[in-house]
């Protein structure tokens, strides 16, 4: 046996071992019986699942976790309420979802994100664990479900198909929330920098050749205008995800559901999680149709869309220092090569460009599972999970490091930037309500073949007077027609 086969033999009769010492205990589902570790607060279904698809590696996602116990949590009340369920195991339940709502037991939840079943297996980890835990608290042991049933019990007046959709749309009520607050911090670092490159005057390009100038400020000014488009679609994404299908049990008949437990839930689960939420108008095509989840997406793509190009032109605009554009400068936060010494890369903007490609694929993704659906249920919500999730969180993440590791720190380049302007041939567009676009155009091309200024050619050929001349090429006003260059130095924006 070599080292590595010997290591390997260690590492599985260790397992062994702890396996032996953990012990288990011995549960039945529809498929049969099966041993399930004594310590788990999980059942034999949740172990069915997590053997069935170990897919991704990972757990799920916290902030779902918490929104299944809420759920679960305010059925337990409704149903108490409606005389469905007796105090003390409704009590169990509301005390076992408190923990796991407060962050406790979620090491128990193992099953994958991307599971089939249409999340019938996170439904029913959430059923087991708080039926166990509900079942310690009135003094049982674990798997003694004639004190607490995952089904009868913890799931009673529910369905996987109104608690999955339910939870996920709660949970992207909350993801979106937080995105909207760093998109709001991004805004505003984009405002300051606007007003602080207000008086900067550069090129602007089209096409990335030279066209006529602008003012740094302006850029930064549109560049926030198009963020706060993107906070009002997520304030629209909101509203889609606050519609609930909780009620609807199966197909969105209300089947086996206590007529007044139908009438409340959705009110109680509001109040329980602060959340804006309402019981959807139509139950049953709330349970059918996804097209919010599309809708969602799409703002979120849209978005990083908007976030892509944003970091293309703090590229562009940085790129140099000394061959490139040169423009402004991104702050330096790491070396940028192994072999290039001095050598510093725009890393930030790589990385939100990286996201943005990334959220674009994810809401593909999206769309083609939500047109998947059929008839009366749609078993693809776990991928549309997974993946809407990833791609709010991670916009959020990258627009947090996108302030905080570059906006706030970008510094502008002036006299370069002036420099540019009044060497560059595109300032001739301005005399052309005076001599006509066929003159002005020979003039520049005059200009770029004999590489003299603009400023000089019109003279020469004695087009302008140099007081009419000065006057009409200023790039100032050319920033912002009818008000003249003393006047926008005054100016705030």
Sequence with gaps: ?????????????????????????????????????ENAYYGVQTQRAARNFNITGLNMHPE???SVAQIKKSAAITNFEVGRLDKKRADAIVNACDEIIEGKLHDQFIVDPIQGGAGTSLNMNANEVIANRAIELLGGKKGDYTLVNPNDHVNYGQSTNDVFPSCGRMTTLKLLHRAQKQLERLFEALT?????????????????????????????????????????????????????NLG???????????????????RNIALLSGLDLVQAYNLIDATQNLDGYVFVSGAVKTCAVNLSKMSNDLRLMSSGPRAGLGEINLPAKQNGSSIM??????????VVNQVAFNIIGNDMTVAMATEAGQLELNAFEPIIFYNLFQSIETLTYAVRTLVDNCIVGITANVDHCR??????????????????????????????????????????????????????????????PGISAEELLDKKI
Excluded: W
């Design 1 to 37: 046996m070599d080292m590595e086969e010997k290591i390997m033999d260690d590492v599985m009769k260790d397992k062994t071992a702890r396996k032996a010492n953990e012990g288990t205990r011995l549960e039945h589902d529809s498929i049969g019986t099966q041993e399930v570790p």
């Design 192 to 244: 300051d920098k606007a007003k602080e490159f207000d008086s900067v005057i550069k090129m602007g390009r089209t096409q990335m050749q030279d066209a006529i100038p602008i003012r740094l400020g302006q850029e930064f000014r549109a560049y926030s205008m198009a963020i706060r488009r993107d906070i009002n679609r997520f304030e629209h994404a909101k509203r889609e995800m606050s519609s609930l």
């Design 248 to 266: 609807g049990t199966a197909i969105g008949t209300g089947l086996n559901a206590d007529v007044q437990y139908l009438q409340k839930v959705v």
């Design 341 to 350: 010494p001095g050598k510093v890369n725009p890393v930030i903007p790589e």
């Design 64 to 66: 779902l976790i918490v």
């Design 419 to 480: 420099d540019m302007v009044y060497n560059s041939v595109g300032i001739i567009t301005a005399i052309c309500p005076h001599v006509g676009y066929e003159k002005a155009a020979e003039l520049a091309k005059e200009a770029i073949a004999t590489g003299a200024s603009v400023k000089d050619v019109i003279l020469e050929h004695q087009l302008l007077t140099k007081e009419d001349m000065e006057k009409i090429l200023d790039p100032y006003s050319m920033t912002e």
